[in-house]
């Protein structure tokens, strides 16, 4: 009893960890209330398996992203680009996939498609826009539109002060 208690003050203060379920189930099982153990231990499988397919995700962008920057150090830009784009096609909500494609556009020359892709990432994403606006700042200044580099210069700044001062009284 005692240890479901405890599951249960762990679960109802927000702990991410499935593991509370699953202690919160064993617990209620051996104390006697299959049922409610039962329906916890299935919460707790539905958690794990979450859990699991969101490791399986970072690995496959992981695996992506680091094949596509060794195909680029290899001097194939063009492989490295097309690698990063079927990885969006797979993943088409990364934008750790995005932003690696626009590197690796930049590195490559091709300033306007790096500008494209950086400017779709402001319509899909709400994190890490400062890193987007510092970024477009460059590739403006590549193409020669020093308005546009000036813009979102100003905008990375202010952007980047607002994003941490929010991280910071988390």
Do not use: C
């Amino acid at each position: 009893e005692g240890a479901a208690a405890a599951a249960e003050r762990a679960i109802s203060l927000g702990a991410s960890d499935p593991r509370a379920l699953y202690l919160l189930g064993t617990a209620l099982i051996r104390s006697g209330r299959r049922e409610e153990g039962q329906t916890r231990l299935r919460e707790f499988g539905k958690a794990d398996s979450d859990r699991q397919e969101v490791e399986r995700r970072y690995r496959d962008i992981d695996a992506i992203s680091v094949a596509a920057i060794r195909t680029l150090h290899q001097g194939n830009g063009n492989e490295a680009i097309q690698q990063l784009n079927r990885g969006i096609a797979s993943y088409p909500s990364s934008s750790r996939l995005y932003m690696n494609l626009a590197m690796v556009l930049s590195r490559v020359g091709q300033h306007q498609k790096a500008v494209e892709t950086l400017e779709s990432m402001l319509t899909r994403t709400n994190e890490g826009r400062f890193l987007i606006h510092k970024n477009l700042a460059e590739e403006y200044k590549s193409l020669g539109d020093t308005e546009a580099s000036r813009r979102h210069r100003q905008i990375y700044l202010d952007t980047m002060e607002t994003e941490f001062l929010r991280y910071a009284t988390k």
